[in-house]
């Protein structure tokens, strides 16, 4: 059956994408679901959305029964060329600048942390024993 069922490329199945002309890639196959968006539970917007692209994963992710798996059937019309996808370009990180950590000692960070208290503290101290005698 694989050797008889026509090869689309992704091209030739994205120009079906509208109510009267629907066609949707699934598992490497090509499905001409037009018959079946009204009769379809999630809605003709769902399947209409799935058009022009590998519409596997919002297929798997549903969850769809045995008896929707098998009536897929009925709707296929052939296979898709894998190499008419769109590779996807490899991610590359930003490329960030040269950082520094150390451009502040240590040894001031840790004094900074030890005075600025105790300076707020006698600051506190010395308002308060000023405001107090007067």
């Known amino acids: 059956m694989g050797s008889e069922l026509k090869v689309f ?5 994205s120009k079906h994408n509208s109510p009267k002309d629907c066609w949707l890639v699934i598992s490497g196959k090509v499905y001409d679901v037009t018959k079946f968006l009204e009769d379809h539970p999630g809605g003709d917007e769902v399947l ?12 798997e992710d549903v969850g769809h029964s045995t008896s929707a798996r098998a009536m897929m059937n009925e ?8 190499s008419s996808f769109p590779t996807k ?4 990180p930003p490329k960030q600048p040269y950082y520094n950590q ?9 004094i900074l942390q030890f005075l600025v208290p105790l300076a707020i503290l006698g600051l506190a101290v010395a308002i308060r024993f000023y405001t107090k005698s007067s």
């Not at 209409?48 to 297929?59: I, Y």
């Not at 370009?89 to 590359?92: A, E």
Request: glycine share 8%.
């Open 9 to 13: 490329t992704l091209g030739e199945v």
């Open 102 to 110: 150390d451009k502040t000692s240590e040894f001031i960070i840790k």
């Open 48 to 59: 209409l959305s799935a058009t022009g692209k590998d519409a596997t994963d919002d297929f």
């Open 89 to 92: 370009p490899k991610y590359m």
């Open 75 to 82: 709707y296929l019309v052939g296979e898709i060329d894998e």
